[in-house]
């Protein structure tokens, strides 16, 4: 495989669930991200990790716990969602930090009910 | 704070022609980075295009260009000879050279046939 994937693309799950996301990158990038969308709200980043050190929490809540376990490989992990957590949930991965640019993966569309 | 501004939530253009995508921002830092980005139905964001702050001419990349008005701070995408499969999401993003990269709302692009 090639480029960003994100599995699963779908996910529905009540506001006492825990489940997690995850991203993989093919690219030998050292920097991977984690980005709210939600509809018509730009494009959120919550967490950035690089050579696998969180380098940036933007303020996010709790409920949502990333980890970053190489560089390659990236989760988000949830827990006791409210339906506002339901959005895209979008992975990008760079060469590094700076002025380069930002592979995305498909995303997971999640939905909290 | 920087501040990344799209005006037009959505645009229409005819096949064959050209379209400008506006974005505006504000900031007081010296250096930084600017991008657009594509994100189709599917979701996934695709890079186009970037312009650092010290660059001297505006950046192409095949149908897509950037015009780079720094002392507006102004970095408007124009897409030229339009195609169907241009129709999409397109979001203009801004970068201090950390990690931190921030995203304007996005347009809307609509090409006719």
């Known amino acids: 495989e090639t480029g960003v994937t994100q599995t699963p693309r779908h996910l529905v799950m009540g506001m006492t669930n825990k489940k997690s996301l995850k991203c993989e990158q093919h690219?030998?990038?050292?920097?991977m991200y984690w980005y709210k969308q939600s509809a018509k709200k730009p494009l959120e980043l919550m967490f950035v990790y690089s050579l696998e050190e969180r380098v940036e929490n933007n303020s996010v809540p709790s409920r949502f716990s990333p980890e970053c376990p190489n560089s390659s490989h990236l989760f988000l992990h949830l827990h006791t969602l409210q339906p506002e957590d339901s959005a895209l949930y979008l992975c990008?991965?760079?060469?590094?930090?700076?002025?380069?640019?930002?592979?995305f993966g498909p995303g997971t569309r999640l939905t909290v009910t | 704070a920087q501040k990344i501004t799209q005006t037009q939530p959505g645009m229409f253009v005819q096949e064959k022609e050209a379209v400008t995508l506006d974005c505006t921002y504000d900031t007081s830092d010296q250096s930084y980075g600017l991008f657009w980005y594509k994100q189709p139905s599917s979701g996934e964001m695709i890079f186009l295009i970037y312009q650092g702050s010290y660059d001297e001419q505006n950046a192409t990349e095949g149908r897509y260009s950037l015009n780079f008005q720094k002392a507006r701070k102004s970095a408007n995408l124009v897409i030229s000879a339009s195609q169907l499969g241009d129709s999409a999401m397109y979001f203009c993003?801004?970068?201090?050279?950390?990690?931190?990269?921030?995203f304007g709302a996005g347009t809307r692009l609509f090409v006719k046939a």
């Open positions: 690219l030998g990038h050292n920097a």
């Open positions: 993003a801004y970068d201090t050279g950390g990690f931190k990269t921030i």
């Open positions: 990008a991965s760079s060469q590094d930090s700076g002025d380069y640019e930002q592979y």
